[in-house]
């Protein structure tokens, strides 16, 4: 699943030939049939994704009327990032700002809104292990939503927090298993994956896929940007997918069991 976050993620530029570079990506809510039929319902809509070197630089939302919603602008620099989101009238929704250390580890996330503002820091430590502090722009409050903890690879696996403890269990370099300890109840999902590597241009670097872990949540973020194809979580997130001869996915019918809600979602590349 493409992030919409600003992950400082840029596609490999090594052995170029008979690599497809990842161009636009159009995902349908709750389907492509349900959105082109003009269904007079308000779950019904798109986004679609516009990439640049690998990096997300623009998306548009419609609604089920096929009118535009929405536009996001990300900006990326070395150390730094923007997302911006403005509505039909050019109004600016949201906006959120990040900043990057010089091994690209993200060390603070500035967003505003109507309705959120807010900052969060990340505090690195010499055993690779990150704390992250929200801090409430307008109680001048602040606490520490939890500590990130770094397996031997560098990769975030547990995360430690006052009310909730989670973690990955790996297994061939793969996340298969999530186990989750909150007040008094405990999860456990066990993670599947499809049996085809992902292009070489394709795969993130462990500081990308920590990055996005931070944004996220430690089980999905950590799955759909493992290096791995992800297939099915916990038997509550299914992802049915299409690849084509180069390994490269082009279509996802995505299912959310807690939900009851789908997605449906196409990748176009630079054939």
């Not at 630089?57 to 609604?63: E, H, M, P, Q």
């Not at 109004?91 to 993200?106: A, E, M, P, W």
């Not at 590597?197 to 990055?211: I, S």
Request: glycine share 4%; net charge negative; with cysteine.
């Amino acid at each position: 699943m493409a992030s919409c976050s600003a992950d400082n993620i840029a596609e490999s530029t090594l052995n170029p030939a008979n690599e497809l570079t990842l161009q636009r990506v159009e995902t349908y809510y709750p389907s492509k049939e349900m959105y082109d039929g003009m269904n007079d319902t308000e779950y019904v809509g798109k986004n679609v994704q516009y990439f640049e070197s690998g990096y997300v630089v623009a998306d548009s939302t419609f609604n089920h009327f096929h009118n535009l919603q929405s536009t996001t602008v990300y900006t990326h620099t070395s150390n730094t990032a923007s997302v911006i989101s403005y509505d039909n009238a050019n109004t600016v929704l949201s906006t959120s700002l990040f900043n990057y250390d010089s091994l690209g580890r993200i060390t603070e996330l500035s967003v505003i809104s109507v309705d959120i503002n807010y900052r969060k820091t990340m505090s690195y430590a010499a055993d690779n292990s990150c704390t992250v502090t929200i801090h409430y722009t307008q109680s001048g409050s602040s606490e520490i939503w939890g500590t990130f903890n770094a397996n031997e690879d560098g990769l975030f696996y547990a995360r430690n927090s006052p009310n909730e403890n989670e973690m990955l269990i790996f297994e061939d370099g793969k996340p298969v298993t999530y186990k989750q300890a909150m007040l008094d109840s405990n999860t456990l999902l066990n993670i599947e994956y499809y049996n085809i590597p992902v292009p070489a241009n394709r795969l993130k670097t462990v500081t990308q896929t920590n990055n996005i872990t931070l944004m996220g949540d430690l089980v999905t973020s950590v799955a759909e940007n493992s290096n791995y194809y992800l297939k099915n979580l916990g038997g509550i997130y299914n992802y049915d997918s299409a690849f084509n001869d180069l390994n490269y996915i082009t279509h996802t019918f995505f299912t959310s069991m807690p939900y009851q809600t789908t997605q449906e979602i196409f990748y176009y590349y630079n054939e």
